[in-house]
């Protein structure tokens, strides 16, 4: 790329042991974000021990973006910031676009993370690379207050509490094929982001086929050229 250009695009995406395998909910957000503007952009593999390599951001999490000279970190943070540089295919159509948007993120984060964590959270220290194993489960189970292995143990009851909270979806879904309308925008990918997460490290099964957040999602996964459904992710047939 030449460094002049000042639509010159990095983004630093967490990676496994296998290094194309990308699957943070937060960096999918963004790769579906910039893959909605169409914008060219460098995917720098990064992984939980490289806090050096971000230093440059000021804070230790990914995804990072490096646009031109500036550095944006935060996935919620760099939507705002692609639609202010690329108002073209914008992310947010409207400011009470944004709000709405803004609410589901929130959602994501504080209500459907936890919930899939509380699926998924072995099977992603499986795929890390030796060096993170370690870093993950200490900080991990101090944040859910138990081992990975307790968080996970009801497998089961914990797919039929996710699914319950899905309620709210599958009501949106059932009368329009996006959460964001008639196509899809960052409120789709921000909820998208955390089923790739499950989707490129875990075989479980979180969706029902033939439930209208499974033909979703699917319709996502075709998007931009499969460019979802092409990404690395472990052998299963979620
Ligand atoms: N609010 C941030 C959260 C980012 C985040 O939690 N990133 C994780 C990967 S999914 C991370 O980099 N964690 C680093 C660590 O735990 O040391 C966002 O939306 O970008």
């Excluded at 859910?144 to 039929?160: S, V, Y």
Aim: aromatic share 10%; hydrophobic share 45%.
């Amino acid at each position: 790329m030449d460094g002049d250009d000042k639509n010159m695009l990095q983004l630093y995406d967490l990676a496994g042991a296998n290094v194309d395998l990308r699957f943070s909910p937060h960096c999918w957000k963004t790769r579906m974000a910039l893959a909605h503007k169409g914008l060219q952009t460098v995917y720098v593999p990064w992984r939980f021990r490289q806090k050096d390599s971000i230093a440059f951001s000021g804070q230790g999490m990914v995804p990072v973006l490096v646009h031109d000279k500036q550095v944006v970190s935060d996935s919620w943070q760099i939507a705002l910031h692609l639609d202010r540089a690329f108002p073209e295919h914008p992310l947010f159509e409207s400011p009470a676009a944004l709000a709405s948007a803004h609410f589901v993120n929130s959602w994501v984060d504080t209500v459907l993370i936890p919930l899939v964590a509380s699926i998924t959270m072995l099977d992603v220290w499986n795929i890390l690379h030796v060096d993170d194993k370690a870093y993950f489960r200490e900080t991990r189970e101090k944040r859910f207050g138990t081992t990975l292995e307790n968080l996970t143990a009801d497998q089961a009851g914990n797919i039929q509490r996710l699914r319950q909270s899905l309620a709210p979806l599958q009501r949106t879904l059932r009368q329009h094929p996006f959460l964001s309308g008639e196509t899809p925008a960052y409120a789709d990918y921000s909820v998208f982001g955390v089923l790739m997460w499950a989707r490129c490290c875990s075989g479980a099964k979180l969706l029902e086929v033939g439930d209208v957040v499974y033909a979703w999602r699917e319709r996502l996964l075709n998007a931009f050229d499969g460019f979802a459904r092409s990404a690395p992710c472990i052998e299963c047939d979620c």
